[in-house]
């Protein structure tokens, strides 16, 4: 996991630019993906590359994965040859850098005045790299709350048409009922339709009350009705379901003759009008919206998912600049050394500001790891939206199309109602460029509520974290670098450790001395295939994890658990196993463990029911190196830093 360079962080830098946060109703141009914050490289760079990553700068993608820059040329084509991960430039640098200072142990720790620059410039550049991540964050943050809102229209809309084709049908299917009832003489006396059994027996009852009001005309009513029926089924051209509409007891000259067939026509109409609009339109409506709701529920669960990831990793960069802070102010002051005095400080607690130094330039790549992978992430999911809607509406528009004109057939003694609603349907712009600009202002102009509606609120100031108030502008040429550059590590390689417990065995760990005297032992993952050989900086990135962020694949699977949600942080194994503060340690040889081991032993401060008793706490571990002339020199640099 590496932080970007200084030209990436440039050409972000641009963006800002298009955002007045004095002019509410300005909303930052639509992010096709989410930038990264700009913060500097984190190794030295030479004027001459700059210049030569100036000169390619057009050929890049502003949110590439930034290459390891403590990597040389030469090894990165040697190691996808061999596919072996090889030591980087960065490590002979580390080492360099590490032979020197053992060189000059003899000067002690790193000044004040050092110490003191260093913790007023990464001040600098937290104040800066704060502001232009807030305003990042707001951008990608507002414009997804409004994809947000855009998605819940879309299917807010499908829903109503779907509503709106379902109500016709079951009210044209009510009708048809009531119609084919009328024709067939199947409604009782509340005007109501039965079925056909009960109907027939409505009909033998109407029949007695007839002939006991028309007396002797019973016998011809039923002759005249019985021609009626026989010219009604010998006539091919009207349909066979008509051969159940009822004309029974009505003379030949009736008045209501007419009137039955015509309602019989009439349910006809409305039949094939229902059969049509339920078998196409409304089963493709309720096909849509199943659809649109399945990928709606992705999107938003994927979306949400990368906003958390976002602001979660800036959450750990403000804790972990919160703990340097509090901490490096003491440094700076000289309080440490009287740590015991101190209120709040507990006199166990291990005080290195490397420690917390080391934290908080991790956060800050791993933040900017999060943001490079999940651009990519957003800009599918920002493209996947407006496609999605370009589609929903294209078969919106058709169904509805149809259905109307369906409508448009049936009622036709209603014209201009329906041509009313047809000229907008038929005037909906079909040209996805056209789509896809209206979809954009919609979602422009509910950006704009939302900022008003943020700008209307308490918002907290960028800047109101510790020691970021009046910071002076951080200098052009400032770089983060890697925690293993800083001036506060005297040493650091990879070593065996052993405690002193009966089942204890012998296990590679990362060790490294800092300039307030202690020693730290790094625990490596058993899957990292670390052995003393390896350089430090390659064990140092095996104790980060890789970065996951949330994606589409992952959501829909269900495999995608955020680590933090798993009950552990990324920065789990950057907490040393093992914390030795030397000036209270004792150390010494053992011939029978071989020339390149020895031993350090620790007098722990008394905690608890032990201040009450005379024992002295004590812990040891025994330390192995490659060689005796390692050892010597761990011995050499342990001893300067305190321990006897």
């Given at each position: ?249 009505l003379p030949d000259d009736s008045l209501v003759s007419e009137l039955v067939q015509c309602t019989a026509d009439m349910a006809d109409k409305f039949t094939e009008n229902v059969n049509f609009i339920e078998d196409v339109a409304l089963t493709k409506l309720c096909e849509l919206k199943k659809e649109l709701e ?211 065995i012998w296990k590679p760990c990362l060790a490294a001395t800092t300039s307030d005297g202690y020693l730290h032992l790094f625990e490596l993952p058993s899957t990292s295939n670390i052995v003393t050989k390896t350089p430090a900086e390659v064990a140092f990135q095996a104790l980060v994890p890789p970065v996951e ?96």
């Open positions: 996991m590496d932080p970007p360079t200084e030209d990436d962080a440039k050409a972000k830098e641009a963006t800002e630019k298009k955002t007045d946060p004095q002019d509410s109703d300005t909303v930052p141009d639509m992010p096709d993906s989410a930038p990264p914050p700009p913060p500097p490289p984190p190794t030295n760079v030479t004027e001459e590359e700059t210049a030569d990553v100036a000169k390619d700068g057009d050929k890049k993608d502003d949110d590439a994965v930034v290459e390891d820059l403590t990597t040389t040329e030469a090894e990165k084509d040697e190691a996808k040859e061999k596919k072996v991960d090889q030591p980087k430039e960065s490590v002979a640098k580390s080492t360099d850098k590490v032979a020197a200072t053992a060189e000059e142990e003899e000067d002690g720790p790193v000044s004040h005045d050092v110490r003191s620059k260093t913790f007023h410039e990464l001040r600098s550049y937290e104040a800066k790299r704060r502001t232009i991540y807030t305003s990042k964050m707001k951008s990608t943050s507002i414009y997804w709350r409004s994809f947000r809102d855009l998605l819940s229209k879309s299917y807010q809309e499908t829903d109503r048409a779907e509503n709106l084709v379902r109500g016709t049908v079951v009210a044209n299917k009510a009708y048809t009922e009531f119609l084919r009832a009328s024709a067939e003489d199947r409604i009782d006396g509340n005007g109501m339709p039965v079925a056909e059994a009960r109907g027939n027996r409505l009909k033998q009852e109407r029949k007695k009350k007839y002939s006991s009001l028309g007396g002797g005309q019973m016998l011809m009513n039923l002759a005249m009705n019985n021609k009626i029926v026989e010219k009604v089924n010998g006539d091919s051209s009207i349909p066979d379901v008509q051969s159940s509409v009822s004309f029974e007891n399945a990928e709606l529920s992705v999107m938003s669960v994927l979306g949400d998912a990368t906003i958390y990831e976002l602001e979660k990793a800036e959450e750990d960069v403000q804790k972990a600049w919160a703990a340097f802070y509090s901490l490096a102010c003491l440094a700076d002051s000289n309080a440490l050394t009287q740590k015991a005095n101190i209120k709040g400080i507990d006199p166990n607690a291990v005080t290195d500001v490397w420690l917390v130094e080391m934290h908080y330039r991790m956060a800050v790549a791993y933040l900017t790891t999060v943001w490079e992978k999940s651009s990519a992430e957003l800009s599918t999911l920002f493209a996947g939206v407006k496609e999605m809607e370009c589609n929903r509406r294209f078969r919106l528009r058709e169904l509805m199309v149809l259905f109307m004109e369906r409508g448009e057939r049936l009622w036709e003694s209603l014209p201009p109602l329906v041509k009313s609603v047809l000229e907008i349907l038929t005037k909906a712009p079909t040209d996805t460029k056209k789509i896809e600009a209206n979809i954009t202002e919609i979602v422009r102009e509910k950006a704009r509520v939302l900022q008003r509606t943020d700008e209307a609120n308490v918002t907290t100031d960028p800047l109101n974290g510790p020691g970021l108030a009046g910071v002076p502008e951080i200098r052009d040429d400032f770089e983060l670098q890697s925690p293993l550059m800083s001036n506060l590590l005297i040493k650091t390689e990879v070593i065996w450790r052993k405690s002193d417990k009966i089942m204890s962020v949330p994606t589409e694949d992952a959501i829909v699977e269900g495999g995608f658990v955020p680590m933090s949600m798993m009950g552990k942080s990324w920065f789990e194994n950057l907490i040393p196993g093992v914390s030795f503060q030397l000036k209270n340690c004792n150390i010494s040889l053992s011939q029978q463990k071989g020339n390149s081991t020895f031993e350090i032993s620790e007098v722990l401060p008394p905690t608890g029911l032990s201040k009450l008793s005379k024992n002295v706490r004590r812990r040891k571990y025994s330390l192995r190196l490659s060689s005796s002339q390692e050892m010597v020199d761990w011995l050499l640099c342990i001893r300067s830093l305190g321990a006897e």
